[in-house]
């Protein structure tokens, strides 16, 4: 079964940076789009980034210019820079991976990791 295990979350003041990281374990064979997603308190569950496996990156506009994507499809890890963070990101950050082909599996899946909290606050 493919998991993933999302770190780096934690407490910072606004104007500071994190790094989260998001690693995919199992018997994968190719990940075909990796992103991260956030849900803040009352709110909807909402895209952040996402990258191809060919490097084609997508940012939602709260956090272009601010946010970094980037994945190494080697050892099927994405992450995450946050630069300039601001009270309005603080969420539970997700890790998402679409179009998952494993040897055991027919066609790609679609796998939801549990979560980390980021939190900006003074």
């Known amino acids: 079964q493919v998991q993933l295990v999302e770190t780096g979350g934690g407490l910072v003041q606004p104007g500071g940076s994190l790094r989260l990281s998001c690693a995919a374990s199992?018997?994968?064979?190719?990940?075909?789009?990796m992103g991260w997603w956030r849900q803040a308190p009352g709110q909807r569950r909402e895209l952040v980034a996402d990258?191809?496996?060919?490097?084609?990156?997508n940012y939602a506009r709260p956090v272009k210019g601010r946010f970094t994507i980037s994945r190494d499809n080697a050892d099927n890890t994405v992450h995450l820079q946050m630069n300039s963070l601001q009270p309005d990101d603080t969420a539970v950050y997700y890790c998402?991976?679409?179009?998952?082909?494993?040897?055991?599996?027919?066609?790609?899946?679609?796998?939801w990791g549990n979560g980390t909290l980021v939190t900006v606050s003074s």
């Open positions: 998402k991976a679409v179009g998952v082909l494993t040897k055991d599996r027919r066609g790609g899946s679609t796998i």
């Open positions: 199992g018997n994968i064979i190719s990940i075909d789009i």
């Open positions: 990258i191809t496996s060919g490097n084609t990156r």
